[in-house]
């Protein structure tokens, strides 16, 4: 069973590839004009087209998501780090800020071209000079400017007008420019002359932005893969080192600039706070010289270390108070820019601090996708949701928080109101000392908190710790990228082969003509009995005895095949009609008459085509009397009855002169009683009658005869027509129809025996000397 169905499918392939084959190679010089056409505009196109190379670099990010942590070292030193998230440091690696810094940086707004034969090419390298605008965001449009460069002299020449030297402003029609030597020049191969474009930066950065590709290497990673296409490798790279550098560059500065700003809010309270301990200090020493008090009492002592104890926490208090006020006051600011850290402000609540940090991440991220992308940007608003989110937790923390310090202040003033009662026992002089030498103590603590808030906001200021780290530097492909010559030539190839195939499908089914035989097959259940092949030689005569051209061959199969319609000794009236004139009714009708005879058949040929007779032309003849005398009653059957002088069992009934009423007159009776002498003295008799949709003469002959022939033509007959058919016969029926597919032709430009592209017969012509493929 396995096998049968092997070989089944192994028969199917077979059968595609031989249609495939039949349909397409007839049209095999189609093919080769389009290849050679394709092929050349593939060269062409890769001839001038500008070579571009690749450059591929590396580099990972901190994302809180994915476990890219510092050690607590570097922890330590980089105390207002946030992490960051991988797909918003994409999208920022791609915007416009960065580029249009790396046009600034490497001057990419002033090319210089050099020109070849073909196209210009880039000089980024074989350039001697640069070429630099003191205002690049200013800079108007100019295609191109000429420049000569003078080593010995080391000037260069603008456009033969304008001599300008090396590393100096100087005005020019094209703006305020310097000209600076290339550290990165090479000696091109051919010198040729130097010409340098102005271009504005915003386009500069567009034609980047295009040509840069950044992706994370994989959803679980926090490495980032970069890639630039440029006709200068050497461009490329640096175009993807210094956007590597540009963008360390600036998360170094806003996180400089945060630890800044902290340092400078520390620095002034700090300054508030010494000036204030300094009044103390001078407050202690006057009066101890005024009042005299130098010792203080054991219960003295214990007093001040209690009550000083509580009034440093108290002061904590306070300045957690003041903390969570400022904290609240940012909270409930619809600036959505980032603050202080509560830990900076003596707020020590781990869960308020956590919150806080979040929300200070959040704010920073959205001051840095604020400057890349727009306000509906899908991230920004992500980023702007998270912010929302967080400030109702943090505002009921803060409430909560300040309630705890409010109750813990009451107790502590209560504690000291019972202290103070006790001071009631010590001598003034002795309290009054107490009281400032605790203010002294309280203003010493706050004193040395900031100081050390300082310190760390220094440190960190000055540790410049980046949250991205290069993992692998730019560097460019050895070859060129695109194009790609194999996929343009395969592409050529590829579109060779499928545009003749779309030409010759549409063109075929456009065509409204039939074309195939099973078009026929298709469009009606009547049997095609035999095909016969165009031939362009001109003779309607295509049978002779020991003819044997493949024309020749066709009829005798037709001959052979005339037993399946019935055709035999009783059975022997054969009707040929066709649907419009030109399909060649009259040729079949003609041939397959001469074909039998050759057989020794007695053949009877009927002209019953009393509206365009062709018979007589064919057959070269000129009888003046036939069946049309017959049918008015001038003449009798014998008297119409011509034997033929080339073929002696064949025997010719002409037309004869045209009636104004022919189809009446096959209605009249007298055709019934000619077919039947006809049928009773030969042995087969061939009807040739007009066309079924010009006239009702077919319909009124058929059911005189025993078989229908009719005749179709290749590229001629309508589909139309054939789709009527079936139609037409349950009201008029035709006599056990079959159809002859006549005028087959070649298919494309092969030139063949027959019209499927096969040479069907090899034989040997007996009128020629020389052998042949006989047609």
Same mark, same amino acid.
Not at 197 to 207: D, Y
């Given at each position: 069973m396995q096998s049968t169905q092997n070989d089944s499918l192994e028969q199917n392939e077979e059968n595609f590839i031989s249609k495939l084959l039949l349909t397409y190679l007839p049209y095999w010089p189609v093919f080769v004009v389009f290849l050679v056409l394709f092929m050349g505009g593939a060269y062409v196109y890769l001839l001038f087209s500008t070579p571009k190379y690749e450059a591929t670099a590396t580099m990972i990010i901190k994302d809180e998501r994915k476990g890219s942590d510092d050690s607590k070292m570097m922890e330590s030193?980089?105390?207002?780090?946030?992490?960051?998230?991988?797909?918003?440091?994409?999208?920022?690696?791609?915007?416009?800020?960065?580029?249009?810094?790396?046009?600034?940086?490497l001057r990419l707004y002033a090319p210089v071209y050099q020109e070849t034969k073909f196209r210009p090419t880039a000089a980024y390298i074989t350039s001697p000079v640069l070429v630099e605008a003191i205002h690049p965001d200013e800079v108007h449009g100019f295609k191109k400017i000429y420049l000569q460069y003078d080593n010995?002299?080391?000037?260069?020449?603008?456009?033969?007008?304008?001599?300008?030297?090396?590393?100096?402003?100087?005005?020019?029609?094209?703006?305020?420019?310097?000209?600076?030597?290339?550290?990165?020049?090479?000696?091109?191969?051919?010198?040729?002359?130097?010409?340098?474009? *102005?271009?504005?930066?915003?386009?500069?950065?567009?034609?980047?932005?295009?040509?840069?590709?950044? #992706?994370?290497?994989?959803?679980?990673?926090?490495?980032?893969?970069?890639?630039?296409?440029?006709?200068?490798?050497?461009?490329?790279?640096?175009?993807?080192?210094?956007?590597?550098?540009?963008?360390?560059?600036?998360?170094? /500065?806003? $996180?400089?600039?945060? #630890?800044?700003?902290?340092?400078?809010?520390?620095?002034?309270?700090?300054?508030?706070v010494s000036r204030e301990l300094e009044a103390i200090e001078r407050k202690v020493q006057k009066y101890k010289a005024a009042s005299g008090a130098v010792d203080i009492s054991t219960q003295g002592e214990l007093f001040l270390k209690n009550v000083s104890s509580n009034d440093q926490t108290v002061s904590e208090i306070n300045m957690q108070l003041g903390g969570l006020d400022q904290a609240e006051k940012h909270i409930l600011s619809n600036d959505n820019n980032s603050g202080?850290?509560?830990?900076?402000?003596?707020?020590?609540?781990?869960?308020?601090?956590?919150l806080m940090t979040n929300l200070y991440t959040s704010q920073l991220e959205y001051e840095k996708l604020k400057k890349t992308v727009a306000e509906n940007n899908p991230l920004l608003v992500s980023v702007t949701d998270q912010i929302n989110k967080l400030k109702p937790d943090i505002l009921n923390n803060l409430q909560s928080q300040r309630r705890n310090l409010e109750a813990s202040k009451k107790s502590l003033y209560a504690t000291n109101n019972t202290y103070n009662s006790v001071l009631q026992s010590i001598p003034q002089k002795e309290r009054q000392l107490l009281e400032i030498s605790r203010e002294q103590t309280i203003k010493s603590a706050i004193y040395s908190f900031l100081l050390q808030k300082r310190e760390e906001s220094a440190l960190s200021y000055a540790s410049t710790v980046s949250d991205s780290r290069v993992v692998d530097k730019a560097q460019s492909s050895p070859g060129p990228v695109s194009p790609n010559s194999k996929i343009?030539?395969? #592409?050529?190839?590829? #579109?060779?082969? *499928?545009?003749?195939?779309?030409?010759?499908?549409?063109?075929?089914?456009? /065509?409204? $003509?039939?074309?195939?035989?099973?078009?026929?097959?298709?469009?009606?259940?009547?049997?095609?009995?035999?095909?016969?092949?165009?031939?362009?030689?001109?003779?309607?005569?295509?049978?002779?005895?020991?003819?044997?051209?493949?024309?020749?061959?066709?009829?005798?199969?037709?001959?052979?095949?005339?037993?399946?319609?019935?055709?035999?000794?009783?059975?022997?009236?054969?009707?040929?009609?066709?649907?419009?004139?030109?399909?060649?009714?009259?040729?079949?009708?003609a041939n397959l008459a001469v074909s039998l005879s050759l057989t020794g058949k007695k053949v009877a040929l009927i002209d019953l085509d009393l509206h365009n007779p062709s018979l007589q032309k064919i057959l070269k003849t000129n009888h003046e009397f036939g069946i049309s005398n017959y049918l008015i009653g001038d003449k009798e059957p014998v008297e119409i009855i011509n034997s033929s002088s080339e073929f002696g069992n064949l025997y010719f009934v002409a037309s004869g002169p045209l009636q104004p009423n022919p189809s009446e007159l096959l209605e009249n009776g007298r055709i019934n009683d000619i077919i039947s002498y006809m049928e009773s003295n030969f042995d087969v008799v061939?009807?040739?009658?007009?066309?079924?949709?010009?006239?009702?003469?077919?319909?009124?002959?058929?059911?005189?005869?025993?078989?229908?022939?009719?005749?179709?033509?290749?590229?001629?007959?309508?589909?139309?027509?054939?789709?009527?058919?079936?139609?037409?016969n349950k009201i008029n029926q035709l006599t056990n129809p079959a159809i002859i597919f006549n005028g087959v032709k070649d298919r494309g430009f092969v030139k063949s025996n027959y019209g499927y592209g096969y040479d069907y017969v090899y034989g040997y012509d007996q009128t020629r000397k020389d052998k042949k493929f006989l047609n």
């Open positions: 030193l980089n105390l207002v780090s946030t992490k960051k998230i991988i797909e918003n440091e994409v999208e920022v690696l791609q915007s416009r800020t960065l580029i249009d810094n790396v046009v600034r940086k010995k002299k080391n000037t260069v020449l603008l456009d033969n007008k304008f001599n300008c030297a090396l590393n100096e402003w100087i005005n020019t029609p094209y703006g305020t420019l310097k000209f600076i030597v290339n550290t990165k020049y090479q000696t091109p191969a051919a010198a040729r002359p130097y010409y340098f474009s *102005i271009i504005p930066i915003k386009r500069v950065a567009l034609g980047i932005s295009g040509n840069l590709k950044v #992706a994370a290497a994989n959803k679980l990673s926090s490495v980032i893969n970069l890639s630039y296409r440029d006709e200068v490798p050497q461009r490329a790279e640096d175009v993807l080192n210094e956007l590597l550098t540009t963008y360390s560059n600036t998360s170094i /500065n806003e $996180k400089n600039n945060l #630890a800044k700003n902290t340092l400078a809010f520390v620095t002034d309270r700090l300054n508030i202080i850290l509560p830990s900076a402000l003596g707020v020590s609540d781990p869960s308020l601090s956590r343009i030539y395969l #592409a050529s190839i590829f #579109a060779s082969l *499928i545009l003749p195939i779309g030409w010759i499908g549409a063109r075929e089914a456009l /065509n409204r $003509k039939v074309l195939y035989r099973r078009e026929i097959e298709q469009l009606t259940s009547i049997p095609v009995l035999g095909e016969i092949a165009y031939t362009k030689t001109g003779s309607s005569n295509e049978i002779e005895a020991g003819k044997r051209t493949f024309i020749a061959q066709e009829f005798r199969k037709i001959r052979t095949s005339l037993p399946y319609l019935g055709i035999g000794p009783k059975t022997k009236k054969i009707l040929v009609t066709s649907s419009i004139p030109g399909e060649g009714k009259s040729f079949i009708a061939i009807i040739d009658t007009a066309p079924v949709v010009s006239v009702s003469d077919a319909h009124i002959l058929s059911g005189c005869c025993d078989a229908t022939l009719y005749i179709v033509r290749h590229q001629y007959t309508p589909k139309m027509l054939i789709e009527r058919i079936d139609r037409n």
